[in-house]
C-alpha cells in the first residue's frame, strides 16, 4: 500500500473508497494486448448519433476520435488497433509493447514503462481540454473498462464486436434510450 493510500484511507476513513476494478497483480504496464471502453460522464452522446445503422460523428466525436489516433505518438510503444468512436463511449484495442528498438543504441531502447491508465488518463486528459472549450459541461467518467487479451479467439471476437457495435445501437445497453426503456 502507497503512503498516498494510507493517507487518504485516513483522511476519509475509507468511506469513498471503490474498490479497483483492475486485475490484481496484474502489471499494466507489461506487454500485452488490451481492449478497452471509455465512457462519457452519465453516457451523454457528445460524440454524435448513428442513423440508419451509421456513426455520425460530431465536432467533438471528431475530436475525440484524432486524439485517440494521436496516442502512439505520445507513447512510441503503443499501437492501436481495431476502435470504434460510439454516441457515449470509445472501444479500442491498445497494444504495449515494450522492449522496442527506437533505432539507436541499444541502450536506448524504451525504459519509461508506462501503465495503461496512464496512457488513458493521457488521452482523456489531452481531448477533455480542448473539448471543454467547445461544449464546458463535457466531461469523461471517471473510470474505464478493460479486458486483458489473452487468445487470438477472444481478439478475433472483440475485433467483431467493435467493427459491428454502431449496428447494435438500437439495442446496445450504453444507448439512453434503453435505459430509459429499463426504468419504465
Known sequence: MTSLTIMNNIR??????????????WDYSSSGWYYVTICT??????????TNRKIN????????????????????????EEYTIMPNHIHGIIIIQNNVET????SLQIKNKHTLGNIIGSFKSASFNIIHKIYPNF???SRFHDHIIR????LSRIREYIR????????????????INQSS
Open 12 to 25: 476519509f476513513k475509507n468511506k469513498y473508497r471503490i474498490p479497483s476494478t483492475r486485475l490484481q497483480n
Open 41 to 50: 460522464k452519465d453516457r451523454i452522446c457528445y460524440f454524435g448519433s448513428i
Open 57 to 80: 460523428l460530431s465536432d467533438i466525436g471528431k475530436i475525440a476520435k484524432q486524439y485517440w489516433k494521436e496516442i502512439p505518438d505520445h507513447f512510441n510503444n503503443i499501437i492501436l
Open 103 to 106: 533505432g539507436h543504441a541499444p
Open 139 to 141: 466531461s469523461w467518467q
Open 151 to 154: 487468445d487470438e479467439q477472444s
Open 164 to 179: 459491428n457495435n454502431h449496428l447494435n445501437w438500437d439495442t446496445d445497453e450504453e444507448n439512453p434510450k434503453n435505459k
